[in-house]
């Protein structure tokens, strides 16, 4: 998901319509390989769509990735603030949903133009690191104002928005340095072929899913069930990826390389 251009090549200088923009990008995607079905085929598609409008709007894919982060804490700040009701949650969703696919937009869009540009990646993955970190904390907020509709009148539940939290901000830490410090691989090279098994295994993990466990916030415990069993997955899963992701930095020929170009969009 980089956002951000060096500026258009030749190939695209001359404007594009939207339907021209949309098969250009549907031959121009990234490889499936180490994605959820969720973001394959769903998020990725989406964007895809939003990704061709934004380019016939004019607009850079830093401010796609503006766009995005509009939507993700507009969902952020009604699970802090507005009361816990079904009409909320599926509000929460949908603002969650569509930040989401602006988020891969940003990237789709960047490469339409030409490519992205280091700027453009960093704000990309700040707002990615903003966005999840006050999403857990605004569950901690719900939780703490309406415990008598989640059943958190214990204390100890409010460790679960806490560890979930943890669990997320190291995944996505310890996966964006692993990808920056990876040796890449040589241009041309053949992409490598999708397991629908790995697909689906990541489900758990991936942030549409997650988004879709607000649908049943104004279920009270119903949320806190959903939202704790994506936790504990979270939990499972980080020592998994941590494990694969040592094992192919400690290998010689994943030694990190001086000045290596920034990871490419999802």
Do not use: I
């Not at 939207?18 to 995607?29: D, I, P, V, Y």
């Not at 960047?110 to 960093?122: H, I, K, Q, T, V």
């Not at 990876?182 to 697909?199: Q, Y």
């Amino acid at each position: 998901m980089v956002a951000g251009t060096t500026g258009g090549t030749a190939a695209v200088a001359a404007r594009m319509s939207w339907g021209q923009a949309l098969a250009r990008l549907g031959g121009a995607q990234k490889t499936a390989k180490g994605v959820s079905l969720y973001s394959r085929f769903v998020n990725r598609p989406t964007g895809r769509f939003l990704a061709a409008g934004s380019y016939v709007a004019g607009l850079t894919p830093n401010q796609v990735t503006l766009v995005s982060a509009a939507f993700s804490f507009a969902g952020v700040a009604a699970v802090a603030v507005a009361p816990p009701t079904w009409w909320t949650g599926a509000l929460v969703w949908l603002a969650l949903a569509v930040g989401f696919a602006f988020d891969s937009a940003d990237g789709q869009l960047a490469r339409l133009r030409g490519g992205g540009s280091p700027a453009g990646e960093w704000l990309d993955h700040v707002v990615d690191c903003a966005k999840t970190t006050a999403l857990h904390t605004a569950v901690l907020v719900a939780f703490f104002r309406h415990p008598g509709h989640f059943g958190t009148g214990a204390d100890v539940v409010l460790l679960v928005p806490l560890v979930f939290l943890t669990a997320s901000t190291v995944t996505f830490f310890g996966g964006l340095l692993t990808e920056q410090l990876k040796r890449k691989a040589a241009p041309g090279g053949p992409a490598p072929a999708p397991s629908t098994l790995r697909a689906v295994a990541l489900l758990p993990v991936d942030h549409g899913v997650f988004c879709l466990v607000f649908l049943l916030l104004g279920g009270g415990p119903l949320f806190l069930w959903g939202y704790g069993l994506l936790g504990a997955a979270a939990v499972l899963y980080l020592p998994l990826f941590l494990a694969k992701w040592f094992r192919e930095l400690d290998r010689p020929a994943a030694q990190p390389v001086t000045g290596a170009e920034p990871s490419p969009a999802r």
